[in-house]
């Protein structure tokens, strides 16, 4: 902890308050963080369920805190007034919001400024906010605990860029490890004197320093920051990737090098509007994609992620007990849905698990997928029918959730598709199509028509639907319904079960229990 700390953050961490007092508490009170960076300067308000929060509110000003401070040692005088006035409005928002007393972080700009110290008390006498001041060893691992947030499990080597600096730290099956940071920010990187030459001596020689105190580090790496999201975008737009969504976007080694170069060959100015990138950000691309391309030279990662959740997601996890971090972001979230919007919440588990027998042979992640369909199945109920399929697909896919891979979204979104729609060519998202596989695409398709079928099925919370047999290896699929669910087998009930058995290629038998 730093030593500008008051004595009553110092307690409680930085919200000053315990934000999960229960650990059983599934919904999370409205809470707002703020992150005073040397580039950016951001207010998120979370909300929503406890394990896989929502974006309340989220609003970012490029304030540019850190610029030109090589050369004076002191807050860019601008960027100063903007952050203030960004801290101001951030102020009043949360008042509006009701999130309680905002939790503000500031990283390298504040930390290493002759005036930080004096920047913290105008913040504090003007706004009443208290700017918690972090150490680059702290910032590294909250921000490794914000990745962990979206991927509890996982191994690898989180990477957080700056404006003034670069943290990295390791993850090791959900601890954070070894950590630390350095001074390789674009805002630094570009004050820097001595042109291309010296600043890639000065890169090299960093992460040659920070390979030998990290070790080898061959696991996946996670990028987590506006350069890095900024780098991804121009990925994708130089591959023509169909589905915007940075968080979990995924690239090699290679891709790196390919968009590096493409980078250089390209104007600026017709690349970042084609990518979709705004100008303050693309000033800085330059110098990250040289400090990327090193550190992925050196560290050799067997892939490379891209997370949207950092330091601001690190604060949550940081105080959510061990119960709640153990549960499943992607199911936490799709149960709160399920009990928010849908017309009968709890009917989701029982499709679930009147459909489970199709999918005997799943393997876990796939059944994870499958369960969160079941609970998403009718939280779309409200839409225009003409475009509720659509809709379905695309919410799915552009989910603002962690715990979920571009394919899963796919998935997700087609299996939710089915469930109100028989055919799914001629949408206006075929193109997303492309990023699963042919079977994988008849899986989802074989699941939503299931649901769309179960659906048919709305009896009683307690009542029993019935079963279904799957033989896979004679292909035959044998329905049984129970005296209740009998009478519901209409002709519409009917045509859909019909339509789930011809996508199963599988003849069938109805068995109905008499009463
Ligand atoms: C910062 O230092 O501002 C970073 O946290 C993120 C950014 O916007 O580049
Ligand atoms: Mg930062």
Not at 4 to 23: H, I, M, V
Not at 111 to 121: I, L, P
Not at 319 to 347: N, V
Request: some cysteine; glycine content about 10%.
């Amino acid at each position: 902890m730093d030593g500008n700390s008051t004595p009553a953050q110092e307690d409680s961490g930085p919200f000053g308050r315990p934000l999960f007092d229960k650990p059983s508490a599934r919904a999370l009170s409205r809470v707002g963080v703020v992150d005073v960076g040397s580039n950016s300067v951001r207010l998120v308000v979370f909300d929503g369920a406890a394990r896989s929060p929502a974006y309340f509110f989220n609003e970012k000003i490029m304030c540019g805190l850190g610029a030109g401070m090589s050369e004076t040692g002191r807050l860019n005088p601008e960027g100063r007034v903007r952050a203030l006035n960004a801290l101001k409005r951030f102020k009043l928002l949360g008042d509006g919001m009701g999130t309680g007393p905002l939790t503000a972080v500031a990283t390298a700009a504040v930390r290493d400024a002759e005036d930080g110290a004096e920047f913290r008390a105008e913040v504090e006498r003007e706004t009443g906010i208290r700017l918690w001041v972090i150490d680059g060893r702290e910032e590294a691992r909250l921000s490794a605990q914000g990745v962990l947030l979206g991927w509890p499990g996982s191994y690898g080597l989180v990477c957080d860029i700056g404006g003034s600096s670069m943290e990295l730290a390791e993850i090791n099956g959900g601890t954070v490890g070894k950590r630390m940071s350095c001074s390789l920010g674009p805002l630094k990187l570009r004050d820097m004197k001595g042109g291309r030459k010296a600043r890639k001596a000065l890169i090299a020689d960093t992460v040659a320093r920070l390979r030998k105190e990290l070790g080898e580090q061959k696991n996946r790496l996670f990028l987590v920051g506006g350069s890095w999201r900024a780098i991804a975008r121009i990925d994708m737009e130089r591959r023509g990737y169909p589905l915007q969504v940075l968080h979990e976007y995924r690239m090699t080694p290679k891709a790196v090098r390919a968009t590096a170069k493409y980078i250089a060959a390209n104007d600026l100015e017709e690349l970042r509007n084609r990518a979709g990138v705004s100008a303050a950000r693309a000033a800085l691309v330059p110098y990250a994609i040289d400090v990327l391309r090193e550190v992925v030279r050196t560290f050799k990662p067997r892939d490379i992620a891209v997370s949207s959740y950092g330091i601001r997601e690190g604060l949550l996890y940081e105080q959510m007990p061990q119960q709640l971090r153990d549960r499943d972001p992607l199911i936490e979230a799709c149960r709160f849905a399920e009990a928010k919007d849908a017309r009968l919440p709890g009917f989701g588990r029982v499709i679930y698990e009147f459909i489970e027998p199709l999918f005997k042979s799943a393997k876990p992640d796939r059944r994870r997928i499958i369960k969160a369909a079941c609970l998403l199945h009718d939280v779309s109920w409200r839409s225009h029918p003409d475009y509720r399929a659509e809709d379905c697909f695309d919410n799915a896919t552009r989910a603002n959730l962690g715990g979920l891979k571009h394919s899963e979204r796919i998935y997700l979104g087609l299996a939710l598709l089915h469930r109100y729609s028989n055919k799914r060519e001629g949408s206006r998202f075929e193109d997303l199509y492309e990023l699963i596989s042919e079977q994988d695409a008849t899986e989802a398709e074989v699941l939503g028509k299931a649901m769309r079928f179960a659906a048919m099925l709305w009896l009683r919370s307690d009542a029993k639907l019935g079963n279904l047999r799957w033989y896979p290896k004679k292909r035959k699929l044998e329905l049984y319904l129970s005296p209740e669910a009998a009478a519901l087998f209409g002709e519409v009930a009917e045509a859909r079960f019909m339509s789930l058995v011809e996508a199963l290629g599988a003849e069938a038998s109805i068995h109905t229990a008499r009463a």
